[in-house]
């Protein structure tokens, strides 16, 4: 791989977008090579979170469009690989957005598609698109509207003002900032937490979520209420019940 590099250790993946002599702007190769990444990763059982961060000082300020202009298209982009935001939000594993820096036009796209985004202090959003004469794609309007709400969603892409990280956590699209000498850390520490939960129970209050999204109440209640009685009768229940009683940390068994 040539535009990313991935990490995996304890149950943590790190897949970190690595073209920092350009603060990680996007190119085709680079949402090919993501694209493929996360489908292997996907199927990696003991992966249980994964954290999507860029190297350097930015996270992803959208297309290269220097790239672009000059003619040098590295590979044709093709429909499959734009499934990036899909991956990121349905896949069974926790996705994190660490956004280390500048984050705009499809990289806000692949942040607003993971389950949960921490910024650092030096991070800088912008949907971008209508600057550069594009009606946006990596499924903004459709993450953004149901993160932040129709009418904030429309805000952000009709009016492409730049906004910081206090004001992305003000409005609820990120849960915390860092500094961003400590931001890796931090990230860490988060990541630590929820690769510590139940493996089985974290993958189906996962996919609880994304059922919930399509479901009416009625159906999604049956369906999540047959899973509750399935996971309180796992191993992993047991042993989380077992050492609360004895006042020491589960050891699940993955």
Known sequence: MKTIRYEAADGIG???????????????????????????????????????T??????????????FAAGEEDERSSIEAFNVPLLLHTMPQVTIAGINGPCAGAGLGWAAACDLRYAADTAAFNSAFLNVASAGDMAGPWTLTR???????????????KFTAQDAMNMGLVTDVFDFETFREGLGTVAQR???????????MKQNFLDAERMELDTYLELESRRHLEVMAHDDAREAFLAFVEKRPPRFGG
């Not at 860029?54 to 790239?67: S, T, V, Y």
């Not at 929820?194 to 189906?204: D, E, K, V």
Request: with cysteine.
């Open 54 to 67: 860029g190297e350097g000082r930015g996270f992803c300020p959208g297309a290269d469009l220097k790239h």
């Open 147 to 161: 993160l932040l709400g129709a009418a904030k969603a429309r805000e952000l892409y009709f009016l492409p003002d």
């Open 194 to 204: 929820l690769a510590a939960a139940s493996p089985h129970a974290l993958r189906i």
């Open 14 to 52: 790190w897949l970190i977008l690595n073209r920092p002599d350009r603060m990680n702007a996007m190119t085709n190769a680079m949402v090919r090579e993501t694209y493929e990444c996360l489908r292997q990763i996907a199927d990696d059982g003991g992966v249980r979170v994964l954290i999507l």
